[in-house]
């Protein structure tokens, strides 16, 4: 599991992320929920180090994947991606051939080769649902797909690579409905194999999928636990708030 532990992230002369204290569940999708400008794409961000491109951000406190503090242990970067991969909220596809970007992960983390490498890219088209639409196709450029085929084709090649954890910001916040829908299911699915750890401004969408819920307010978490629990008792006064829509 990932742990949160007294979390400070200042950017310049902002803090943006105030004492932050969760537990991420393993094979659980997590949810992290609340209105704009709350510090939920900074969270995910620092969960795999990718904060650390920020200018200007100082960071306090501990982010333990299965125990290891990867703000202070010295991680290496590359393999810690690896582990924890990302899903983004635009669809961002290498510009190469279909079979290439699933491929590239694999080759430059030297996964997997030949026949295997072949079997691999075929493997993780088949888990996003998207063999059967590009098979014929594998060496045409990525960027012809559509941007819903496009969003499936990044989650393959993050699959590729044989990660713990998923990180998915706002996956299907560019998608039409029947995509994005398409996506959701495929979160489902993987949740038996993955850790998934998403952002979403979609209060439907985490009541549809969540198992566990985060709810953050100004750079501070406010209450997590159990979807059931949160959505449907929550403790804190402005998670009622905001489940209401008093704010948004």
């Known amino acids: 599991m990932i742990e949160v532990k007294s979390l400070n992230i200042h950017i310049k002369d902002a803090h943006i992320l105030k004492n932050v204290n969760v537990v991420l569940p393993e094979r659980q999708i997590t949810c992290i929920i609340g209105p704009s400008g709350c510090g939920k794409t900074t969270l995910l961000r620092t969960l795999n180090r990718l904060i650390d491109s920020t200018e200007g951000v100082k960071i306090s406190g501990q982010v333990l994947v299965d125990g290891q503090d990867i703000i202070r242990s010295g991680a290496e970067i590359t393999e810690l991606r690896r582990r924890i991969g990302l899903v983004s909220q635009r669809p961002c596809p290498l510009p190469m051939s279909i079979f290439n970007n699933v491929a590239y992960g694999c080759r430059i983390n030297n996964l997997f ?13 088949r888990s996003v649902g998207l063999w059967d ?3 014929e196709r594998l060496h045409a450029p990525a960027a012809r797909l559509s941007i819903g085929q496009q969003q499936r084709l990044c989650l393959a090649r993050s699959l590729a690579v044989e990660p713990d954890y998923l990180l998915a910001d706002e996956a299907t916040s560019a998608l039409d409905p029947i995509s994005a829908k398409t996506v ?8 038996e194999l993955y850790s998934i750890i998403m952002v979403t401004h979609t209060l439907r969408q985490a009541l549809r999928i969540a198992d566990h819920v985060v709810f953050m307010y100004l750079g501070e978490v406010i209450e997590e636990g159990r979807a059931e629990q949160v959505f449907h008792h929550p403790r804190h006064e402005l998670t ?4 209401t829509g008093a704010f948004s």
């Not at 080769?113 to 088209?125: A, I, P, Q, Y």
């Not at 009622?240 to 489940?243: R, V």
């Open 133 to 135: 639409e590009v098979k």
């Open 113 to 125: 080769k030949g026949k295997e490498l072949h079997r691999r890219v075929e493997e993780n088209l």
């Open 240 to 243: 009622q708030k905001y489940l």
């Open 184 to 191: 959701e299911d495929l979160f489902v699915k993987l949740k």
